[in-house]
């Protein structure tokens, strides 16, 4: 069973920065995305990135501001995140999928995190 464990979430300004971290129990090279979820909103797809690193794939809401990146060695995914904005506030989710390529689908991730919380005050 992967856990997923998600970092670097927290409270800033408009157009501020964070990087957020998702640690992965056990083994690396899982095809990874991050989504996000507002309150009373359905989740939503941010950015995926392919096991090897290779392939990445960008919402156009965060397309040149968001970057996806991941660390194998150290289990990790990042998610960069550069001028924020109010209406990105939501709980951050990092998910990984046992087998496949690069998907926007949540229904395709069978492991989550718990989330971390983002607020962008304006």
């Known amino acids: 069973q992967e856990q997923l464990v998600e970092s670097g979430g927290g409270a800033v300004q408009t157009a501020d920065s964070l990087r957020l971290s998702c640690a992965a129990s056990?083994?690396?090279?899982?095809?990874m995305a991050w989504f996000r979820q507002a309150p009373g909103k359905e989740r939503e797809f941010v950015a995926t990135?392919?096991?090897?690193?290779?392939?990445?794939s960008t919402a156009d809401s965060v397309k040149g501001r968001f970057t996806i990146s991941r660390d194998n060695a150290k289990n990790t995914v990042y998610l960069q995140m550069n001028s924020l904005k109010p209406e990105e506030t939501a709980v951050y989710y990092c998910?990984?999928?046992?087998?496949?390529?690069?998907?926007?689908?949540?229904?395709?991730?069978?492991?989550w995190g718990q989330g971390t919380q983002v607020t962008v005050s304006s």
């Open positions: 998910a990984a999928r046992g087998s496949g390529l690069v998907s926007r689908k949540p229904e395709d991730y069978a492991y």
């Open positions: 056990t083994r690396s090279g899982y095809t």
């Open positions: 990135i392919s096991g090897s690193g290779r392939f990445t």
